[in-house]
Structure formats: C-alpha cells, structure tokens
C-alpha cells in the first residue's frame, strides 16, 4: 500500500479488504467501466500511477473545475489500483446524465483495436474490481447494473476492444462471465457459466429443527453441493476436517446440512457426525489446520492472487504439503485448495 495527497495505491486484496471496511450510505445502483484514452499506456512506463493519477486530479480539478477527480477507482497495466479524493458517498462525474448511483472506473489506457492491448493483470484487476463493487452492493451483474460509457455518449469508452468489445452483446458475451466467475468466488460459491444448459428445478427443500454446530467428515471423501440439490455437486472433502453448520435441511428423500462457506453437505451420520470444535482438537493425530479468523481467502493453486473460497473460523482442514509461495507460505489441503500457513490466521492441531 502507497499513499501520496489524497491517493492510496492498492493491490487486488489490499483493495477488498479496504473496500469492504469502507462505509457507503449513498445507494449505489450501478458500476462503470471507462477507459481514460490519455493517459494510456505509454505513460504508465514515464510516471508512477500514483503521479498519473495526482496529474488526472488536477486536470478536473483546475481545468474542468470539479470539485475532485472524476472517477471513485483508477486501475492500471501493472494491476494496481488507486483510490481517493472522490468519496464513495458522492456520485462520480463519469457519465453525462447517468451518474446518481453510480461507482466510476478508470482504466487507464487506450482500448481501442488497434490501441494498447491490455495486460493479463490489467484485465484481472478489471475484473476483479468491478465483481468486488458487486459483491459490496450487492448488485447483479447486467446491462442495467455494470455499464459501459459508449451506451449513453458518443465515444468509444471503454474501448472497442476492451475484453472483446464495447457493445452490450460483447459485455455479456465477454465481460460479465469473468466478472460473474470472481464474484462467484468471493461468495463462496462455484461459479456456473450461464451458457450451461438449465439446471433442473431442485428437489424441494425445507428447514428442520437441529442443534448441530459443526460437524465431521468420517468417511475418506464426500462431495459437497452448491445448492440443497444432491445433483448440483461442488467440492470433495475428507475424513477429518470440520465444519461450521449454519442450518439442516430437508432436501428429497434426505438431510443436508448447509455450511457457513456457503456450500451443503449431506446430514447421514454414516458420512459425517456432530462434533464440538474443542473435542476436535485433541483428538487429532494426523496434521491439521485450523481457521482462527472469521473468514479466510483458500486458493486454487500456489498463488496469492488466485482466490476461490472463503472459509471460516474453526473449520478444519486436512495438511497433504506445505509450499513456499513469495514472502509467504501456503498449506495444500487435501479437497487440493491452498490455505496461508501464517499462524496469524490459522494454526495447526497436533
Ligand atoms: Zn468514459
């Protein structure tokens, strides 16, 4: 994290956990998504992006004279982002006619065809951004909701090539389903693209009285669903590991338990048995890793930036390695997720 003026410069999760925490009584109805034309990318290699984005600020503040920048969040080639000066609480000046409500991107660069081709971090931050804005809002993800400037204004912005068009056929064909694939992780959930064939109506499916607080895996391996739908499978888990059980219930001929990740698992105590979190950790041999925050990043490889699910407080994973991952490192566990092995976050049951 890097500050200059009003300006803080952010990675992806610097930029969650920051937005998160971020105090919004303004309704928010709707994300855009510009690009800046100038500056563009040749001018990320001459000044930092915080300078770039200082330079922005007084253009709109001396030449258009706008109270502050434009835009709420600035992204850049090397996949930082900048936020500041324009507070979340005031609508941007994005979008001639359509700014009430709105949260303002700036993507800086040119893109165009022809014109800067954006970085695989670029379009990862892009996406990530706009799916965390969603996230925080609790916005879906449509025409109404994630705009591009082009729909209301003579201009190409955000450019005719920004992840693979400009049109509103081009943002739900292209854009939305990375944005939905991000949100989805940030819920906890598997993302199912909207191409896929119509799920089935589920099985009915009604809430039963249960005292059960978490429970444990007793079998090698047992899927986990996405819905109380014993066809909608997610991930496998393992013998061993606990989680924390939010609600029971009736799904078909059976019982499921719903978990505080989001996800179901089948209540038949052949699979899995109620347990307590304390009886958990003592009678433990095998190595085992324990969530000691309120909800924690798991990954799907050995990278920090590639998130999946959040997992919770006192849930119980199975170790099968422990890698080295940057500055850090990083626990595999047997469902084949990676988790941090900082004991800041968790700590491993002997
Ligand atoms: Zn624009």
Redesign the pocket.
């Known amino acids: 994290m890097k500050r200059s003026g009003n300006f803080i410069e952010m990675d992806r999760k610097e930029f969650f956990e920051w937005l998160i925490n971020e105090k919004v009584t303004r309704k928010i109805t709707h994300t ?1 998504e ?2 800046t034309y100038q500056p563009d990318y040749d001018d990320c290699g001459r000044y930092s992006n915080l300078q770039l984005v200082l330079n922005m600020s007084n253009y709109h503040r001396n030449t258009r004279g706008w109270s502050a920048i434009a835009q709420h969040i600035t992204t850049f080639k090397d996949g930082k982002i900048v936020v500041g000066e324009r507070s979340f609480n005031s609508n941007p000046a ?2 001639a006619g359509h700014n009430s409500g709105g949260i303002c991107m ?1 993507h800086v660069g040119y893109f165009d065809k022809g014109k800067d081709s954006m970085t695989e971090e670029h379009k990862k931050t892009i996406a990530f951004v706009t799916a965390a804005l969603h996230f925080k809002f609790n916005l879906p993800v449509n025409t109404q909701t994630c705009v591009y ?1 082009t729909w209301f ?1 003579s ?1 190409t ?2 450019g005719t090539n920004f992840f693979g068009g400009n049109t509103k056929a081009d943002a739900i064909k292209y854009f939305y389903p990375v944005v939905e694939k991000e949100l989805a992780a940030m819920k906890g959930v598997s993302y199912k693209p909207t191409s896929a064939p119509a799920p089935k109506p589920a099985p009915t499916s009604s809430k039963v009285n249960s005292s059960v607080t978490h429970i444990e895996v007793i079998t090698a391996s047992l899927w986990t669903y996405n819905s109380p739908d014993w066809d909608d499978k997610a991930i496998v888990v393992n013998d061993g590991e606990v989680f924390t059980v939010t609600e029971k219930i009736k799904v078909g001929g059976g019982y499921m338990y719903k978990l505080k990740s989001g996800l179901y698992i089948t209540a038949n105590e052949k699979y899995v048995k109620p347990t307590t979190l304390k009886k958990q950790s003592v009678e433990k041999k095998k190595e085992l890793v324990e969530v000691t925050v309120n909800s924690l990043w798991t990954y799907a490889s050995k990278d920090w930036d590639d998130k999946e699910l959040i997992v919770h407080k006192g849930e119980v994973f199975t170790i099968v390695g422990t890698y080295k991952v940057g500055g850090g490192t990083m626990y595999k566990l047997k469902s084949g997720l990676y988790i941090t092995a900082n004991t800041k976050y968790v700590r491993k049951l002997k």
């Open positions: 855009q510009h690009h994005g979008i700036e400037h204004a201009k912005c955000p």
